[in-house]
């Protein structure tokens, strides 16, 4: 399993997020009720983006202990 590329990939998305958090920032429309309301679903994918990467590199892991101990 590639997880450098799956965390290259993941750093991408990140980026892209973290823009989309930058424009519901600006918005000055919006206020603070709002601005938390729009920010809260980036959060949630945010923490379960990071949640996945963490379940890959454990089974990464495990799978390379496996195979040492063949």
């Known amino acids: 399993m590639n997880v450098v590329m799956i965390e290259d990939k993941l750093k991408e998305i990140y980026a892209e997020l973290e823009k989309e958090v930058m424009e519901i920032l600006m918005d000055?429309?919006?206020?603070?009720?709002?601005t938390n309301l729009h920010m809260q679903p980036i959060k949630s994918?945010?923490?379960i983006l990071e949640n996945a990467l963490d379940s890959i590199?454990?089974?990464d892991k495990r799978a390379k202990e496996e195979l040492a101990n063949e």
Do not use: C, G, I, P
């Not at 000055?28 to 709002?34: A, F, G, N, P, Y």
């Open 45 to 47: 994918t945010k923490q």
């Open 57 to 59: 590199k454990m089974v």
């Open 28 to 34: 000055e429309s919006l206020d603070r009720k709002h």
